[in-house]
Nanobody, 124 residues
């Protein structure tokens, strides 16, 4: 069965960096677009970044600070985060896009499998 397992979250000071990892299994990883989302307490789940075989996509909060990349040989997708701010505090989820040919990469509705999330906390 499809499984997505995130890791790499933690507590970091403002201005610091973290790299999140998502290990996928149970399907042909290279055939699917992968995305990162985040959810802060009391807020809706927010698009952070996505990657297919050719392109990367970023939400406004991630542009210029975060980089998404993937290693198909390891069936993994990563989110490198720099210049973290307290506003980045959230649970970060990786997800598999349900159809890599159609459907917006920005919408949670288009993703069919999700990991359990990893907490990122940014302190002042």
């Amino acid at each position: 069965q499809v499984q997505l397992v995130e890791s790499g979250g933690g507590l970091v000071q403002a201005g610091g960096s973290l790299r999140l990892s998502c290990a996928a299994s149970g399907y042909t990883f290279r055939d699917y677009t992968m995305g990162w989302f985040r959810q802060a307490p009391g807020k809706e789940r927010e698009f952070v970044a996505a990657i297919n075989w050719s392109y990367t996509y970023y939400g406004d909060s991630a542009k210029g600070r975060f980089t998404i990349f993937r290693d198909n040989a390891r069936s993994s997708v990563y989110l490198q985060m720099h210049m973290l701010e307290p506003e980045d505090t959230a649970v970060y989820f990786c997800a598999r896009h349900g159809d890599s040919d159609t459907g917006s990469v920005y919408s949670t509705d288009e993703y069919d499998y999700w990991g359990q999330g990893t907490q990122v906390t940014v302190s002042l």
